[in-house]
């Protein structure tokens, strides 16, 4: 059931997020709220590691739901934007490389934030931010909530649109890998390569370079697209022959949108699996 007490429209829901990057539930609360909306395939998709995916798999194993190891992986095409990765083997030694790189570099961008928001006359404990992630991959929306709890900024679009977001006062690039290396890298470890919200990023001239580098499939339903948009970017999908494909984006309970609420169905999926190397 949704927030209305709707059961999930979509039996495929190929993007999610758990504790273990900027997500507010465990993986394996994940998957149960995923089970009882009537979810049937699941991709955890945490920010740039795979950390999540064996205590989701144990979960998804109990209830009965196909897990799918998934990843999202910051990268670089003109600017910044996401690509997601399905079906990857988690013991790949290149990806796993990455991912450890990545983790470091976001403890060390945390730091950097704390220095700016120094200058700004704005106190930020760095070390408090990196506890308080946990075991996951820390990102902005943890500092974020640091500098509401102290009084720093009414809520988090607030914090964004003065401090943290991108060419604000705060603003500290994340690392990020270029999009073919991405792509590549989710090819090697056995994956497909799909663009994540391309309606965010507004990346529709660049769709033919990324599909020319490798690009497997294309994120047309999710959160931040409004029906006209997934249309256009299905009918991208087509023309640059790229297999579309949909998600929550889900990362906590109380927003307008569960997990399931965007979504494919199982010839989507099957499309998307048949692009695997």
């Known amino acids: 059931m949704d927030n209305a007490g709707r059961p999930a429209a979509h039996p495929v829901d190929l993007h999610c997020h758990s504790t273990f990057s900027d997500g507010e539930l465990a993986p394996a609360a994940l998957v149960a709220r995923a089970a009882a909306r009537g979810v049937e395939v699941l991709a955890l998709t945490d920010h740039d590691t795979l950390d999540g995916l064996p205590d989701a798999h144990a979960a998804a194993d109990a209830v009965g739901l196909r897990l799918i190891d998934g990843i999202e992986i910051s990268a670089w095409h003109r600017r910044e934007i996401h690509v997601l990765g399905y079906f990857v083997d988690l013991d790949d030694a290149a990806l796993r490389t990455v991912t450890a790189r990545q983790r470091t570099a976001r403890v060390d961008r945390v730091y950097a934030i704390a220095d700016k928001l120094a200058t700004l006359g704005i106190h930020l404990d760095a070390d408090a931010v990196l506890a308080d992630a946990g075991p996951g991959n820390v990102g902005r929306p943890h ?14 679009d607030d914090v964004f649109d003065r401090l943290l977001g991108s060419g604000k006062p705060a603003y500290v690039p994340a690392a990020r890998l270029p999009a073919a290396d991405a792509i590549a890298l989710i090819h090697a470890a056995g994956g497909v390569a799909v663009l994540a919200h391309p309606g965010v990023e507004k990346m529709d001239h660049a769709l033919g370079e990324l599909a020319a580098a490798g690009l497997d499939g294309l994120e047309c339903a999710h959160p931040a697209h409004d029906p006209g948009t997934a249309a256009r970017y299905r009918a991208l999908a087509e023309t640059h022959g790229l297999v579309p494909t949909g998600g929550s984006d889900f990362h906590h309970p109380y927003g307008i949108y569960d997990l399931g609420s965007f979504g494919t169905d199982a010839p989507g999926l099957a499309a998307l699996e048949a692009r695997r190397p």
């Not at 500092?143 to 988090?156: S, V």
């Open 143 to 156: 500092i974020a909530a640091a500098l509401i709890a102290a009084g720093h900024a009414r809520d988090k």
